[in-house]
C-alpha cells in the first residue's frame, strides 16, 4: 500500500499524535539545534514510536516544516485578538506587531542554537517564510486601512503610501528584535514595539 503523507501542519481538529511531535521538535530544535535533533529524539521526547513519526512526516525536515506552519497559525489568532482588543490605535497595532515578533522573540531569542534554525528555514522555507511575510504585512496594512475608514486616523504624510509606512515599521521591528541590546529582555522588545506603533499612528494623524 502507498503510503500517504498528511501535510506538515497544526489545525485545531488535529490528532494529538502529531501536535504533540510537532510540539517536541519545536522544544529540541530550540534547545539542542536542528542538526543535533534526530527523529529517534522527537519521538521520545513526543512519547510516541519514531513509525509514528514517519506516519506523519516523511522526515525531519517536514517536522521542521510543520512548525513553520504552527507558528504561522499561532501569529494569525494572536493578530485575530489583537485587532479586536477595543483599545486605542497605538496598542492595538502594538498588539499586532508583538504577535509576529513578540512570539519568535519568547522561542528562539535566548537559543544559542538561533543562527542555524533562521539558516535552516532559510534552506528549507525560504519562499514560504516570505508569504508569510508578505500575509503579514498584507494584515497591518489592512489594520491601517481600516482605522482610516472608522476615521480613528487619517491618511499616510505626502510621499508615502500606507504599504510603505508598514514595510519601514516591519524591517524596524526585524531590527529591534535582532538588537543584541536587548539580549533576550521582552519587555525593551515590547517597548520598542510600542515605540514603532506610535511613530506610524502619530504619522497617520489626523488634522
Do not use: W
Not at 52 to 66: M, S
Not at 104 to 123: I, Y
Amino acid at each position: 500500500m502507498k503510503r500517504v503523507h498528511k501535510k506538515p501542519g497544526l489545525r485545531e481538529n488535529a490528532s494529538p499524535k502529531p501536535s504533540a511531535i510537532v510540539l517536541a521538535g519545536l522544544r529540541l530544535f530550540t534547545r539542542y539545534g536542528y542538526r543535533k535533533t534526530s527523529v529517534d529524539d522527537i519521538a521520545e521526547a513526543a512519547q510516541v514510536a519514531k513509525r509514528t513519526v514517519y506516519l506523519h512526516f516523511e522526515n525531519k525536515a517536514a517536522v521542521f516544516l510543520a512548525i513553520l506552519d504552527y507558528l504561522a497559525d499561532q501569529v494569525r489568532q494572536r493578530c485575530v485578538a489583537a485587532e479586536s482588543a477595543g483599545r486605542t490605535p497605538v496598542a492595538r497595532l502594538t498588539g499586532l506587531l508583538e504577535a509576529f515578533f513578540g512570539m519568535g522573540f519568547e522561542l528562539f531569542s535566548k537559543s544559542e542554537h538561533m543562527p542555524e534554525l533562521e539558516e535552516t528555514f532559510s534552506k528549507l522555507a525560504r519562499t514560504r517564510i516570505g508569504d508569510l511575510n508578505a500575509e503579514y504585512e498584507d494584515r497591518l496594512v489592512r489594520f491601517l486601512h481600516s482605522l482610516r475608514k472608522r476615521r480613528e486616523i487619517g491618511g499616510p504624510p505626502q510621499g508615502l503610501t500606507v504599504q510603505q509606512i508598514v514595510h519601514i515599521v516591519v524591517q524596524a521591528a526585524e531590527g529591534a528584535k535582532h538588537d543584541a541590546k536587548l539580549q533576550g529582555d521582552r519587555k525593551a522588545l515590547q517597548r520598542s514595539l510600542r515605540e514603532l506603533a506610535t511613530l506610524a499612528i502619530g504619522a497617520m494623524k489626523k488634522y
